[in-house]
């Protein structure tokens, strides 16, 4: 089992920056990786990036190359956001999967889910 905790959503204007944070804990600990998806209200959920917890591989959804980076340190993954848009106004959570594979932006890979932080970017 592996259990996930974000923390560092808020409210920024449009062209701002955040950073989220995943910590992650439990035992199977460490994963395999960790994604991070958003849902929008209306919306269905959207693969953003994610990480190969061991390899260090990143994968991004088109919309935030360029903008977004994924990283991670011993205990937490991060989605560093930068240039912000409305449009990236969501509910941000983290996934871990323990499985090897590929399909990295398919939420049914990942066994293990955050709670949610909401990030919300005004015009």
């Known amino acids: 089992q592996v259990q996930l905790v974000e923390t560092g959503g808020g409210l920024v204007q449009a062209g701002g920056s955040l950073r989220l944070s995943c910590a992650a804990s439990?035992?199977?600990?460490?994963?395999?990786?960790i994604g991070w998806f958003r849902q929008a209200p209306g919306k269905e959920r959207e693969f953003v990036a994610a990480?190969?917890?061991?390899?260090?591989s990143t994968y991004y959804t088109d919309s935030v190359k360029g903008r977004f980076t994924i990283s991670r340190d011993s205990v937490q993954a991060y989605l560093h956001m930068s240039r912000l848009k409305p449009e990236d106004t969501a509910a941000y959570y983290c996934a871990a999967r323990t499985t090897y594979g590929s399909n990295w932006n398919q939420g049914a890979e990942y066994a293990y889910w955050g709670q949610g932080t909401q990030v919300t970017v005004s015009s």
């Open positions: 990480i190969n917890w061991s390899g260090g």
């Open positions: 439990g035992r199977s600990f460490p994963p395999r990786g």
